[in-house]
């Protein structure tokens, strides 16, 4: 029932920066979580971002802690994801996923979401 479509996605030199946003339709009740993934061809989708939906706390991956923030709108039907000081090694197939009881400490596995966007690419370059 949840309909999650990413947007923002393209090219970047490394430095620079972009703003990704996920817009959410459909029945969202009982889902406590947006969160953004991120993969390259041949690793693990691996946990970026994640926003509590009842309260706006949020929490990062190590690898973009205090460059990426994650942020809703007020009704709740955009979250987006800014992206600052953009590295090489970010570049990625961005994705959104829904949740629901989702956990302070296993928010960043992807087994833990069913709900998934089709996902933006961004590239850094050098």
């Known amino acids: 029932e949840v309909h999650l479509v990413e947007s923002g996605g393209g090219s970047v030199q490394a430095g620079g920066s972009l703003r990704l946003s996920c817009a959410v339709s459909?029945?969202?009740?009982?889902?406590?979580?947006i969160t953004w993934f991120r993969q390259v061809p041949e690793k693990e989708r691996e946990g970026v971002a994640v926003?509590?939906?009842?309260?706006?706390?949020?929490q990062y991956d190590a690898s973009v802690k205090g460059r990426f923030t994650t942020t809703r709108d007020n009704v709740g039907s955009t979250v987006y994801l800014q992206m600052n000081s953009l590295k090489v090694e970010d570049t990625a197939k961005y994705y959104c996923?829904?949740?629901?009881?989702?956990?302070?400490?296993?928010?960043?596995?992807?087994?833990?979401?069913?709900?998934w966007g089709r996902g933006t690419q961004v590239t850094v370059s050098q």
């Open positions: 996923a829904a949740g629901s009881g989702i956990n302070w400490y296993y928010w960043r596995h992807p087994v833990e979401y069913h709900n």
């Open positions: 459909g029945n969202t009740a009982g889902f406590n979580t």
């Open positions: 926003i509590f939906t009842n309260n706006g706390a949020t």
